[in-house]
């Protein structure tokens, strides 16, 4: 049970035409999600399985992704720990801000893991709901970007507190590493293929900043389960990337935003899949501009042989933009199977 161009692509195995996914598929941006959410809260789509799994499976049904994600989000881990966590008309908060005073608050790993057991039979029902040649994938925050929507206490761009903040980062990771180990072995035993490690903070830190204190914890992960998660960093560079970790590491794979080369990124990241790249906000033009940007970015692609760009995972630099036209998100799927065939 999974999508064999997606399992190839992990192999590096050569293929003409890719597997597809985005991050955030399943979200403001669909109707189907869109009803669901006019009758649950967001909570509730995605700490009731049943809920979740219908949420993952609307882009499915509709697109025809070759891959489905758990709909989950990456904060359960913090509420988890005695955090608290709501979410209103401007996103996600904390109840209460990490710090040095408030680090001891946080609650035991042991304690966090039954908390979580929701993402595990959500992962169960999303598979048995999925057709057999469709993957399935997990995924949890990356350390740093978990650290910084605790220390910040909501989805702010500026990370001044937690830029602050990083001689307690280790101390943080002294919990959240063992919390993220349970978390993703949950999601496997629920029938994940792989995890995604999502650290969409880590590029505002400057790459030695990256390299010395995200690094390290990250190897901690992908040593635990190699060849079994994912990564994927919003805005880092390839002064923050260029690490054994990564390109000898043993990760499924990196993803990449619009920022990089995808040539550059086949080049760095030496075995696995290569996730990404084309930019979201394309998607918003007419029909025929959305067609013309989306050519000449598959242009470039296919002047790689299919073995340059043997383990390419299409999708989008970033997530799928709230009110992105569903129309050009169903054609992207057309177009790269069409010209890519």
């Known amino acids: 049970m999974a999508n064999e161009k997606f399992q190839n692509a992990i192999k590096r195995v050569v293929q003409k035409v890719p597997p597809i996914w985005f991050m955030r598929q399943a979200g403001r941006y669909h109707k189907h999600y869109q009803k669901l959410r006019a009758q649950h809260s967001f909570m509730e789509l995605c700490k009731n399985p049943e809920l979740a ?10 697109f025809d992704f070759d891959v489905s994600i758990l709909f989950s989000d990456l904060l359960f881990p913090l509420e988890a ?19 040095k005073d408030t680090l001891k608050k946080l609650g035991s790993v042991d304690d966090a893991i039954p908390q979580l057991e929701f993402q595990k039979t959500a992962m169960q029902l999303t598979r048995q709901m999925l057709p057999q040649s469709k993957s399935l994938i997990g995924f949890v925050g990356g350390p740093w970007t978990l650290f910084s929507y605790a220390v910040q206490g909501s989805h702010d761009g500026n990370l001044t507190k937690a830029k602050n903040a990083l001689d307690i980062f280790p101390r943080f990771c002294e919990k959240m590493i063992p919390l993220l180990k349970e978390n993703i072995q949950l999601q496997f035993d629920g029938g994940a293929e792989i995890i995604m490690v999502f650290d969409t903070a880590a590029g505002e830190l400057a790459p ?17 389960f190699p060849h079994k998660l ?8 390839k002064s923050h990337l260029t690490h054994d970790v990564f390109t000898q590491g043993k990760w499924a794979g ?13 080049q760095m990241a030496s075995h696995g899949f290569v996730q990404g790249n084309f930019d979201q906000s394309f998607l918003f033009g007419t029909r ?9 970015y598959l242009d470039k692609i296919k002047s790689l042989s299919p073995e340059q760009r043997a383990g390419w995972v299409s999708g989008l630099g970033h997530g799928v933009l709230p009110q992105t036209p569903e129309e050009n998100v169903r054609l992207f799927v057309q177009t790269i199977r069409e010209v890519m065939g």
Do not use: C
């Open 53 to 62: 799994a219908l949420v993952a499976m609307g882009p499915i049904e509709d």
């Open 81 to 99: 720990l005695g955090m608290g966590l709501t979410y209103g008309d401007q996103g996600p908060e904390l109840g209460w801000q990490l710090n």
């Open 208 to 224: 030695e900043w990256y390299k010395h204190l995200i690094v390290p914890e990250l190897k901690k992960l992908s040593e635990s």
């Open 230 to 237: 994912g990564y994927y960093s919003k805005a880092t560079q």
């Open 254 to 266: 990196i993803g990449f935003d619009h920022r990089w080369d995808l040539n550059e990124s086949f």
């Open 288 to 296: 025929d501009e959305f067609k013309n940007n989306l050519g000449n």
